[in-house]
T-cell receptor, first 114, second 111 residues
């Protein structure tokens, strides 16, 4: 059962380092979404991508954050020069784009910045 | 921007009691989705509502979408310990695909 896959599941970075989070969508899905969840809070939309295109990045911080979904390979969320406030769970979701709008979430990457 | 308010934030019930969580959007939604997240887990899709006034049932769970497509509720009948978790509503507006999540209702079921 090839659901949404994310890796790593846990990532520890020191302040100033870079974090790379990967997401492979569910088989047959071409739409990928990234969300961030702070402890005890709901999920906040960051970015929506299709293959080789950023469709909506209105929730993405303007600096240090970037995302891509190349023609081949997983979607990548990249955080440069991490700060303690970046510590959160980052979830990726995917949808088919052809039938329904439901999004299926991966297990998430828990990022801890020390 | 669009906001989705969800109440209550926390709910403790005795096993067998009913539970309801409510969502209100500041804007009309094209659809609303409900998710369940267990502690340490990820959101799991439960259902999507699209039509005004729509009601859907999944065993002990009943989902409603308001006539104005701005509010929604999830009702669980006769809760069980397996219902423990945080329930989120998430709304979509217009043709945009992004979900705006409510803050969630954390359900505790006491045996």
């Amino acid at each position: 059962n090839a659901g949404v896959m994310q890796n790593p599941r846990h990532l520890v970075r020191r302040r100033g380092q870079e974090a790379r989070l990967r997401c492979s969508p569910m088989k047959g899905h071409s739409h990928v979404y990234w969300y961030r969840q702070l402890p005890e809070e709901g999920l906040k939309f960051m970015v929506y991508l299709q293959k080789e295109n950023i469709i909506d990045e209105s929730g993405m911080p303007k600096e240090r954050f970037s995302a891509e979904f190349p023609k081949e390979g997983p979607s990548i969320l990249r955080i440069q020069q991490v700060v303690r406030g970046d510590s959160a769970a980052y979830f990726c979701a995917s949808s088919s784009g052809t039938s329904g709008y439901e999004q299926y979430f991966g297990p998430g990457t828990r990022l801890t910045v020390t | 921007g669009q906001q989705v308010m969800q109440i209550p934030q926390y709910q403790h019930v005795q096993e067998g009691e009913d539970f309801t969580t409510y969502c209100n959007s500041s804007t009309t939604l094209s659809n609303i989705q409900w998710y369940k997240q267990r502690p340490g887990g990820h959101p799991v899709f439960l259902i999507q509502l699209v039509k005004s006034g729509e009601v859907k049932k999944q065993k002990r769970l009943t989902f409603q979408f308001g006539e104005a497509k701005k509010n929604s509720s999830l009702h669980i009948t006769a809760t069980q310990t397996t219902d423990v978790g945080t329930y989120f509503c998430a709304g979509m507006r217009g043709s945009a695909r992004q979900l705006t999540f409510g803050s969630g209702t954390q359900l505790t079921v006491l045996p």
